[in-house]
């Protein structure tokens, strides 16, 4: 693999940081790397109208239920 000197200089700074060598460094990385693009492309695929309603439901200002002020208070109440 090709690779710029100051992209080599970094990588060995950082694999040294965290006490790896380079082959193994670049290579945690790829993996890591490969298991988020594999997990985003399985699980996280929302059409443009589901990604609206996801974004309509986290900025709603809703308002919370009375079972869960309940909760809260019971717990509140039990950690005092």
Request: aromatic share 2%; net charge positive.
């Amino acid at each position: 693999m090709r690779v710029a000197p100051d992209a080599l200089s970094q990588i060995r700074e950082a694999a040294a940081l965290q006490g790896q060598d380079v082959t193994s460094f670049v290579i945690g990385a790829a993996a890591s790397s490969a298991r988020k693009v594999i997990i985003e492309d399985r699980y996280l695929k929302l059409t443009p109208q589901e990604v609206n309603q996801l974004e309509s439901v986290l900025n709603a200002d809703i308002e919370p239920s009375k079972r869960l002020k309940e909760a809260v208070r019971k717990s509140q109440h039990a950690n005092a």
